[in-house]
């Protein structure tokens, strides 16, 4: 077991936080706690919830499984496999899970509801898509509830609810609660359009859809948007009018909020992740517009502007997309340029001025993982009404996957706004997906990805994670200061070690022009969304060019690359391409890197890849 106290991500402050502060507002929290692994292994565990039964409800992204952990010996149970569930990339695949309030009461109602991203091809493709090979032209999102068997443990009888929301490469959102008002809410993300692999496609979050769309089911329109619904799937009939109609569209205006939760007195609580200032803190009030894509956080101006890359003068696929520097043909607008009324954030994490630099050289070209932004993956009300951990007791409890660490915002008596500094927790080389409260409330339940991109203890990148696919569990064993004792892990940032994976020499590897053709075919099919369309600005994998490349891999065989890009992509079906493809994955990525095309396509066969050595350039 390891002995944790909060760890510090900042400078301590004095007097209360502002709703809208730097990272290094955030202070080290003084309690302690036990941290231990109750089960590891898990594929892609995304939605974590301590259920009436005594057991962990546990969604697996990629393996399509639902999952009940016993939290005495961290036993996994399997409910159900759904084979519909199709998870091509990084964020799509088996989402979130709701128990209804009654399971277990012996009242009829043993519900699970579930969404998922699934393959409709009697639907129509997707329009934006139009790569007719491309696992995302049919992926649609559908609800469904299921029927759970206390005897058996096992859950069947799948109802489709609604089936035909829009998925995506990037940002589906996809969290899933029941609300004390027995309706239930889902989140849908932008689809990550204006951006990495999909720069040239126009954010919808503030587009609303019309009566002819609503009467044929198509819900293109949900994009950036909560939804609440009845319980059978249907819009009820209080929820808000939005320009003239009703929907099941409950918010909008929003980028990808992976995390909702009720408070005791109903407020609905969101976490948001921002580009690449000003993740959210939100209250959801029916009807409102949070602003997106016109602004992140609050309306100030402050190292955000809104770039319309789909609207450049140049022909945007003629363009480079870049975080960093944006083309003087795409036309950019301030956030107080827009006239809109939306609703402020309760907090952001975290804002910085405009003259912030988004470079830090500690990041070595993985620069997002260096930005303020912490990437928050969930957000769980903490209530302990007198028991529990002291002083928690009305706060909100946010993960992170780029900071692998458990954040926590304190609240007013009201819980409309934060009543001082933000607290961190945990801190580890890990991505932390969600959180459970156990029914003591000193027991806090965290569900990590199986890998990933991460900040390393001492600064910098890790591709390592410390406990991947893992639920840990920390439990609160009194107050502490931040020297109290820790047992850091092992340093494992690639970028760090890379200089001492290097081999010495060998021929140089042979490509040809067709060979890259093919390869850049396949990546734009596979890995544009998380290495970015120059292999540079990438958000959810490594580099694949740039300083980060000519750092890891010169020196290194051809056939090191090509495992490793056999063995990790696409992340929800490694090793599925084919060995052809990753040859030409590879021939690709090293001619972006400066590798001269012959005659000679690259190989497959290893042996051969063993006696070739990525160059210098």
Request: proline letters at 7%.
């Amino acid at each position: 077991m390891r002995i944790f106290a909060a760890l510090c991500a900042g400078l301590l402050l004095s007097g209360t936080a502002m709703a809208q502060d730097a990272p290094d507002s955030v202070v080290p929290g003084q309690e302690q706690f036990e941290m231990k692994v109750l089960t590891q292994g898990l594929s892609g565990p995304w939605e974590l919830t301590y259920g009436p039964d005594d057991f962990l409800w546990v969604t697996e992204r990629t393996a399509g499984r639902i999952v009940r952990v016993d939290p005495a010996d961290g036993s996994v149970h399997e409910a159900i496999t759904i084979d519909e569930v199709q998870a091509p990339g990084g964020q799509d695949g088996l989402l979130g899970l709701a128990l209804h309030p009654e399971l277990g009461q012996g009242t009829g109602n043993d519900f699970v509801y579930t969404v998922y991203t699934y393959e409709d091809r009697p639907r129509g493709p997707d329009t934006v898509v139009t790569d007719e090979y491309s696992p995302y032209r049919y992926l649609y999102t559908k609800i469904i509830r299921l029927s759970y068997d206390a005897e058996t443990g096992e859950l069947s009888d799948p109802k489709e609810l609604i089936a035909g929301l829009p998925a995506s490469n990037d940002h589906n959102s996809g969290r899933l609660k029941i609300g004390p008002d027995g309706k239930l809410y889902e989140t849908i993300g932008d689809g990550g359009k204006n951006q990495l692999g999909n720069w040239c496609i126009p954010i919808e979050a503030q587009r609303l859809p019309t009566a002819d769309e609503l009467a044929d089911n198509d819900f293109i329109a949900y994009q950036g948007k909560s939804l609440r619904m009845n319980l059978d799937g249907s819009i009820p009939s209080d929820n808000p009018v939005i320009d003239g109609l009703r929907s099941h569209i409950f918010t909008y205006g929003h980028r990808n909020m992976q995390g909702i939760d009720f408070g005791p007195d109903g407020t609905l609580y969101a976490s948001e992740q921002g580009p690449k200032t000003d993740d959210e803190i939100n209250i959801l009030v029916a009807g409102g517009n949070y602003g997106w894509p016109h602004v992140a956080g609050f309306k100030d101006d402050k190292a955000y502007q809104y770039a319309r890359w789909a609207d450049a003068t140049t022909p945007c696929d003629q363009l480079t997309f870049s975080d960093i520097t944006i083309d003087p043909s795409v036309p950019v607008e301030d956030e107080t340029s827009w006239p809109d009324e939306m609703q402020a954030p309760l907090a952001t994490m975290f804002t910085v001025p405009s003259d912030y630099s988004f470079t830090d050289p500690d990041c070595g070209g993985i620069d997002f993982i260096c930005w303020p932004t912490v990437a928050a993956s969930s957000i769980e009300v903490y209530s302990a009404d007198g028991e529990g951990i002291p002083g928690w007791s009305d706060s909100l409890l946010v993960t992170t996957l780029k900071r692998g660490s458990l954040y926590r915002v304190p609240l007013n008596a009201e819980g409309t706004a934060a009543a001082g500094p933000i607290e961190r927790f945990f801190q580890s080389e890990n991505r932390f997906r969600d959180t459970a409260v156990g029914p003591d409330n000193k027991t806090i339940y965290v569900a990590t990805d199986p890998g990933g991109l991460a900040e390393a203890l001492d600064g910098g990148v890790t591709t390592s994670m410390e406990n991947p696919g893992a639920i840990l569990v920390y439990t609160y064993t009194g107050q502490g200061d931040d020297s109290a004792a820790m047992d850091a892990p092992a340093e494992t940032s690639d970028i760090r070690d890379a200089a001492e994976t290097t081999s010495a020499s060998g021929m140089a590897p042979t490509i040809t022009e067709a060979q890259v053709a093919r390869g850049k075919t396949d990546y734009d099919a596979n890995c544009v969304a998380c290495h970015g369309p120059n292999l540079v600005s990438a958000n959810y994998g490594p580099p694949l060019a740039g300083p980060y490349f000519a750092r890891k891999w010169p020196g290194q065989s051809v056939a090191a690359l090509y495992t490793h890009t056999h063995d990790r992509m696409p992340p929800s079906r490694p090793g599925a391409l084919g060995d052809q493809s990753y040859a030409d994955l590879v021939a690709y990525i090293l001619r972006v890197n400066g590798q001269v095309e012959g005659d000679v396509e690259l190989p497959t066969d290893m042996a051969q890849l063993e006696k070739m050595t990525i160059q210098p350039r």
